[in-house]
């Protein structure tokens, strides 16, 4: 953690998509997890949704969230 590795991971998964012509990524991340959800959203993911008691084990929601790589492109 903060070594910047899962920023990389993070760059080089969007790039690849966009060159491989994906139009739209999504993910899923724990509601309790912070520290990835800042590291989403500083890549550019929106948040578009909840998946309700998604994870189990303790029991959460998922937040949905979606990049258009379209729109990054510009």
Do not use: Q
Request: charged fraction near 35%; proline fraction near 3%; include cysteine.
């Amino acid at each position: 953690r903060k070594r910047g590795i899962g920023a990389e991971l993070v760059t080089w998964c969007i790039r690849e998509a966009r060159d491989r012509g994906v139009r739209h990524l999504f993910l899923e991340v724990r509601e309790g997890n912070p520290g990835a959800r800042r590291l989403y959203e500083r890549a550019g993911f929106e948040i578009v949704g909840v998946r309700e008691r998604y994870y189990s084990a303790p029991t959460e929601d998922a937040i949905v969230m979606r990049l258009d790589l379209h729109d990054l492109a510009r």
